[in-house]
């Protein structure tokens, strides 16, 4: 009643599949669904904490690029 459920396989999947095909076929998925998952978890991470930083910012963060235009026309010459 609660076998692996190998003897209720139809001999037409075993010659389709062999057992070392599915065993490498079930690891490649499993990877592949971690990946999925770290993907995932390093997007919202991520959105996280640019959420979190946007939530924080100070006055200074608007005027932290000030200036940046300005040549350096008015610079100590020689």
């Known amino acids: 009643m609660f076998d692996s459920g190998k003897k209720n396989r139809s001999g037409l999947i075993d010659a389709l599949v062999p057992e070392s095909t599915s065993s490498a076929l ?9 990946l999925a998952v770290t993907a995932l978890g390093l997007y919202v991470g991520r959105e996280l904490r640019i959420r979190y930083k946007f939530k924080r910012r100070t006055p200074s963060d608007y005027f932290s690029h000030a200036g940046e235009e300005m040549g350096a026309e008015y610079g100590v010459g020689i």
């Open 26 to 34: 079930r690891a490649i998925g499993w990877t592949s669904v971690a």
